[in-house]
């Protein structure tokens, strides 16, 4: 007998379908119109902030809900300048990974380690956690930064704890001060990550937050949800997709054949925006300038052809995974890393998530429908 | 101006509710029903599995849904047996940890960490993942233990990787081979936690599979969801509760004096049961064999005296966590493990959905209402 024999499954229109459509927060954190192509972080249009803004202020902007001005600005500065450093179990736990190990795995297993050094660890009051907000977005790049110095066989550098994070990510990373441009640029690639609605990893964050858990907690849970190919594993996947190319190649024949093969052309179309990502029109802007200065122009024209080619023959847009791939890989930066430097932005979004979710909390827990037996008699081991 | 004038919210029912209500999934893995006080593993009702099945085989069943023959539960117990070792480095992450560390951090922190050394930790096909369930529900066991022996200065003892899992973690917590009744209520207690439909911490770790993402990301999100007083730290907060008390106190009183203060007193009732919680009933009976073979009844007598006077005074009747509490702490445990030892159980009832979202996979992702602003002018940092 099955239990299932008199179940209607059409009952449960929601089953099995990844909760589509079932508007389940309220928020005040940002706006998709994904037919117009606008985004909108508490109030402002990212193209505002991208060219006029910084990370350190769309952080300000995620958790406060308003700008800074100029002293909370620069107090912020400060505190994110003043906590880079890692504790030195969380480096040595680092020097102990091997280049085998995945980064995203290596970025998650420190983040849940600095709980052990964080006085606040267990404190999930909305002062604590947001002085853990701080603490952790200035750990992040350092984390990052520490982990491919070392795969590399190079030195681990000390944070300057001067300038932005997109400064001293770039130091700690390449081992020189960036220059203007390319800290402008890493900059403007994170303000554009920072926050997206309700996608995958902040549901997660606020999913693991709604049990009282702390932010360390719901940070790391996140990151699992992040590095996920259907959710922050694109940009590597579309830089793989170019590495195996050559500078004479011809690029519209190539993509030509993958449409011809149906394989996937990664880096276009997404679930919400039905025009041109808005982010994907920033960083357009930016891989040109960039490639130019870096000598590294075919990259840009293999991506305009690209991107000429899916809109003839396909129709669809380039998304934001699409053009901070080869933004990203003229600064120089290993395809792997691109998740976790995705995680180093986003922990502006989730912090802010968690910070909503906390002052209006609730158990995150929908129902499941079984469809098993029931009544089955047990018997021992031996007369199975 | 604010863009919400105009939301009716009553159009959105969900909306900051914890999607209760909805069901998102379905599953063979567990049935339970509330008014009956019933829970069934994939089949089988646990009246029978506690008392004639072992952890080992609820391992089996919940993740093929069907219990094992004579040979496959000798393969899996060798297959767990062999695994419990932990590579040195995490060791060596566990001797670093101070007797401040949250033990749900640590073991969060440790899980994570073995993505590093195990060489499937990103491949996800169904093959792989069983492996992994495997090794992880292995070694949580030996973590949890190298961290109560360090943070107590003893010696971290090796898996002596023969018996149970119930016996192995007993011998390398307490340093000595538990007697029969000792192993025995352990593994009750591991068959009474591993499988809860759909928890908190089970769909946090379904919500991680669905990017794609791999075992040790969901688990480590799991235990993030498991960590949070409104979840697994129940146990624990039962157990402070009777801690302040002394042997020759009126428990009556304490309790009654608690509810005329309207204090909560924990360990009572349950969301889904309206009944005896039947997991509670398995470890009451067990609770008091448990008490007087190790010389502390008075403890068995406060539960039962709390029991009845929650029953005369509110009707309500204690849920697992009540007798839990009491069971670990007559064998010696320290209250704040209980939590990990609840994720030591519930590690199969995870991996068993994870099993089950990969085979069906949809990503998980409600959608948010916007509150806020749309159209706030920027001025630069000066102006502001």
Same mark, same amino acid.
């Given at each position: 007998?099955?239990?299932?024999?008199?179940?209607? @499954?059409?009952?449960?229109?929601? %089953?099995?379908?990844?909760?589509?459509?079932?508007?389940?927060?309220?928020?005040?954190?940002?706006?998709?119109?994904?037919?117009?192509?606008? *985004? %909108?972080?508490?109030?402002?249009?990212?193209?505002?902030?991208?060219?006029?803004?910084?990370?350190?202020?769309?952080?300000?902007?995620?958790?406060?809900?308003?700008?800074?001005?100029?002293?909370?600005? !620069?107090?912020?500065?400060?505190?994110?300048?003043?906590?880079?450093?890692?504790?030195?179990?969380?480096?040595?736990? %680092? !020097?102990?990974?091997?280049?085998?190990?995945e980064p995203m795995a290596?970025l998650r297993?420190?983040?849940?380690? @600095?709980?052990?050094?964080?006085?606040?660890? $267990?404190?999930?009051?909305?002062?604590? /956690?947001?002085? &853990?907000?701080?603490?952790?977005?200035?750990?992040?790049? /350092?984390?990052i930064?520490?982990?491919?110095?070392?795969?590399?066989?190079?030195? %681990?550098?000390?944070?300057? =704890?001067?300038?932005?994070?997109?400064?001293?990510?770039?130091?700690?990373?390449?081992?020189?001060?960036?220059?203007?441009?390319?800290?402008?640029?890493?900059?403007?690639c994170?303000?554009?990550h920072a926050?997206h609605?309700?996608n995958a990893s902040t549901f997660t964050c606020? =999913?693991?937050?709604?049990?009282?858990?702390? *932010?360390?907690?719901?940070?790391?849970g996140a990151m699992g949800s992040l590095k996920g190919p259907l959710h922050g594993g694109a940009n590597t996947a579309v830089?793989?997709?170019? *590495?195996? @190319?050559?500078?004479?190649?011809?690029?519209?024949?190539?993509?030509?054949? $993958?449409?011809?093969?149906?394989?996937?052309?990664m880096g276009?179309?997404?679930?919400?925006?039905?025009?041109?990502?808005?982010?994907?029109?920033?960083?357009?802007?930016?891989?040109?300038?960039?490639?130019?200065?870096?000598?590294?122009?075919? @990259?840009?024209?293999?991506?305009? /052809?690209?991107?000429?080619?899916? !809109?003839?023959? &396909?129709?669809?847009?380039?998304n934001v995974d699409?053009?901070s791939a080869?933004?990203y890989?003229?600064?120089?930066? !290993?395809p792997d890393l691109y998740t976790c430097i995705f995680a180093m932005s986003r922990i =502006?979004g989730w /912090?802010?998530?968690?910070?909503?979710?906390?002052?209006?909390?609730?158990?995150?827990?929908?129902?499941? *429908?079984?469809?098993?037996?029931?009544?089955?008699?047990?018997?021992?081991?031996?007369? $199975?």
């Open positions: 007998m099955t239990s299932n024999e008199n179940i209607d @499954l059409s009952q449960y229109p929601h %089953i099995d379908r990844g909760l589509e459509g079932i508007v389940a927060f309220s928020s005040r954190k940002s706006f998709i119109d994904g037919a117009k192509g606008e *985004l %909108i972080y508490a109030g402002y249009n990212i193209d505002d902030l991208a060219p006029k803004s910084t990370f350190e202020e769309v952080c300000f902007l995620l958790w406060h809900e308003r700008l800074p001005n100029a002293d909370e600005l !620069k107090s912020l500065h400060a505190d994110l300048q003043s906590n880079r450093e890692l504790p030195e179990i969380v480096e040595n736990y %680092i !020097k102990s990974t091997s280049p085998k190990s290596v297993t420190a983040v849940s380690m @600095l709980a052990d050094f964080d006085d606040e660890a $267990r404190d999930v009051s909305p002062e604590a /956690t947001y002085r &853990k907000s701080i603490r952790i977005t200035s750990k992040i790049p /350092t984390i930064a520490a982990f491919d110095r070392m795969r590399n066989g190079k030195e %681990i550098l000390k944070p300057l =704890s001067e300038g932005s994070l997109a400064f001293d990510f770039l130091y700690m990373l390449n081992g020189e001060r960036p220059g203007k441009q390319a800290e402008k640029v890493m900059d403007m994170l303000i554009l926050e609605g309700m606020r =999913s693991v937050c709604a049990t009282q858990s702390d *932010l360390h907690a719901a940070v790391a830089m793989n997709m170019l *590495l195996g @190319l050559d500078k004479g190649d011809d690029i519209a024949a190539f993509i030509k054949e $993958r449409l011809a093969k149906k394989q996937k052309v276009f179309g997404h679930r919400v925006y039905k025009t041109f990502d808005p982010r994907a029109y920033h960083l357009r802007k930016m891989a040109g300038a960039l490639a130019k200065e870096v000598n590294m122009e075919y @990259l840009y024209e293999w991506s305009e /052809t690209i991107v000429k080619v899916m !809109k003839e023959e &396909k129709n669809i847009d380039p699409f053009f080869t933004v890989y003229s600064m120089g930066i !290993k =502006s /912090t802010a998530h968690y910070m909503e979710q906390a002052a209006n909390n609730r158990l995150i827990r929908p129902r499941q *429908l079984y469809l098993g037996e029931k009544n089955l008699e047990y018997k021992s081991v031996d007369e $199975r």
